[in-house]
Antibody
């Protein structure tokens, strides 16, 4: 079945970096754009950026420019999201989410990972 | 990019219909037919309920429908059921080639 499986929870100190992985299975990895979305405790959803698993091109939300890097490994059908210079406000559940229609970008996410809790605390 | 505007909460009785609005601008909701709606139960990942304004993914009940007029999109749930109680988020593609979400609406089934 089509699924996205993310890496486990992380606890980081302020100023550190975190790298979350998202392994895709059950479909052609390079055919669908992948997004990252986060959700702080008790808060709403926030879009972070997108990666094209085929060519590796990326586009990031202005808020995260300079702090986030999204990469992919086609040999393992895995995308990664690295966030640096962590602060307490980055404490959130981080989700990878697949674009619904192959080859298009419409901001519609039909398959979501289970989420990765990242806690930033001294 | 400012978040889309949704009511903080809506409620309805079983069997009734409710509508959740999502207001943006001509740079997002009004400019593209790329509005999506998500349902999220506590502790769970969001679930896509509507995309491209009014399309339903396979497996989503036809009690859920979407529409758009100008800069405002709407999600209507008919025949409310207890399991519909959840948070609902709208999202839209934007002119900045980004995606923006609404603040979320808590649906209570009375």
């Amino acid at each position: 079945q089509v699924q996205l499986v993310q890496s486990g929870a992380e606890v980081k100190k302020p100023g550190a970096s975190v790298k979350v992985s998202c392994k895709a299975s059950g479909y052609t990895f390079t055919s669908y754009y992948m997004h990252w979305v986060r959700q702080a405790p008790g808060q709403g959803l926030e879009w972070m950026g997108i990666i094209n698993p085929s060519g590796g091109s990326t586009s990031y939300a202005q808020k995260f420019q300079g702090r986030v890097t999204m990469t992919r490994d086609t040999s393992t059908s895995t995308v990664y999201m690295e966030l640096s210079s962590l602060r307490s406000e980055d404490t959130a559940v981080y989700y990878c989410a697949r674009e619904t229609v192959a080859g298009t970008i419409a901001g519609a996410f039909d398959i979501w990972g289970q989420g990765t809790m990242v806690t930033v605390s001294s | 990019q400012s978040a889309l505007t949704q009511p903080a909460s809506v409620s309805g009785s079983p069997g009734q219909s409710i509508t959740i609005s999502c207001t943006g601008t001509s740079s997002d909701v009004g400019g593209y037919n790329y509005v999506s709606w998500y349902q999220q139960h506590p502790g769970k990942a969001p679930k896509l309920m509507i995309y491209d304004v009014s399309k339903r993914p396979s497996g989503v009940s036809n009690r859920f429908s979407g529409s758009k007029s100008g800069n405002t999109a709407s999600l209507t749930i008919s025949g409310l059921q207890a399991e519909d109680e959840a948070d609902y988020y709208c999202s839209s593609y934007t002119s900045s080639s980004s995606v923006v979400f609404g603040g979320g609406t808590k649906l209570t089934v009375l």
